[in-house]
């Protein structure tokens, strides 16, 4: 039974029991995978791929805890974390960071070295970013270069070199990132400015609404860019459309900085990724 517990102390830990992590991670670097392959991408790569997002996804979850461990139990969202409950030791939560990194590192024996090396940076960027709320005042644009990696990787392992598309589709997807952290981090404002962690939420303050839209707008003009570029089929442009209108509705929601409604808006943007990545497979195969 003890062991039992144990067990899914860890699994909450990894946030593997809340996918939207993993998901917001995967859309991007799936869709990746078909534009950067003009519709033609490599299926076991990509099926590595899918494992190592959740594996690199959990190392994140797993280390970020351990980095705010202290911080972590004097907010209302976090304070029943495994780290904070005494579920889970830090030993332990470095024990199965390492663990989650080697498992992952393993499916780079199936890829070029050139993406080895890319990987290399990826995990710096994935492993440095809890430390970043300390003294970046908004910790979300490093967060966005850490997140969006996952192209990157793509690139270097699907066509062994990074591109301008590689490079237009990595700042869309950090400018992506960058909006809907943001309204993640409304969430915790109040907590965040007594402990004095940053965040961009507090660091644009009147304007966080106007910098959303912005970040959010940004992202979809690159990807207009891309389709222009790569002469996408039209649909594409219907699915950047639906984007667009979830955009309008998660700025509806964020408005009047509501921590329940702000938490939706930061979840709806799994199905602004579920149209892009649609979009992309039908934008280069028709």
């Not at 470095?94 to 780079?108: D, E, K, N, W």
């Not at 809890?130 to 003294?135: E, G, N």
Request: charged residues 15%; glycine residues 4%; aromatic residues 16%.
């Amino acid at each position: 039974m003890l062991h039992r517990k144990k067990f899914f102390s860890f699994i909450k830990l990894m946030r593997a029991d809340k996918p939207i992590g993993t998901l917001l991670l995967l859309w991007p670097t799936l869709s990746a995978f078909y534009i950067l392959s003009e519709g033609n991408p490599n299926a076991f790569l990509m099926a590595l791929f899918v494992l190592g997002t959740f594996l690199m996804r959990s190392a994140g979850c797993v280390i970020n805890d351990f980095f705010d461990r202290d911080f972590d139990g004097k907010v209302e969202r976090t304070k029943n974390r495994s780290l904070v409950t005494g579920e889970v030791s830090p030993n332990e939560a470095l024990v199965l960071f390492t663990l989650l990194i080697v498992v992952s590192a393993s499916l780079l024996i199936w890829m070029n070295i050139f993406t080895f090396y890319i990987a290399l940076i990826g995990l710096a960027l994935a492993s440095l970013y809890p430390l970043t709320k300390r003294f970046l005042s908004v910790p979300q644009f490093f967060l966005g270069l850490a997140f969006s990696w996952g192209i990157m990787m793509v690139s270097a392992a699907e066509t062994n070199h990074i591109s301008s598309t590689t490079l237009i589709l990595f700042f869309s997807c950090w400018s992506w990132i960058v909006a809907y952290d943001t309204a993640y981090a409304l969430c915790d404002i109040e907590d965040d400015l007594v402990l004095g962690i940053n965040s961009s939420a507090i660091a644009f303050g009147k304007n966080t609404v106007t910098m959303f839209i912005l970040f959010h707008s940004i992202s979809i003009l690159l990807l207009i860019l891309v389709a222009v570029l790569s002469n996408f089929h039209s649909i594409f442009y219907f699915f950047l459309l639906l984007s667009a209108l979830l955009i309008v509705y998660q700025t509806y929601l964020i408005k009047d900085f509501d921590s329940e409604m702000c938490l939706k808006a930061f979840k709806n943007n799994n199905w602004l990724g579920i149209s892009i990545f649609i979009g992309s497979i039908l934008g280069v195969s028709l």
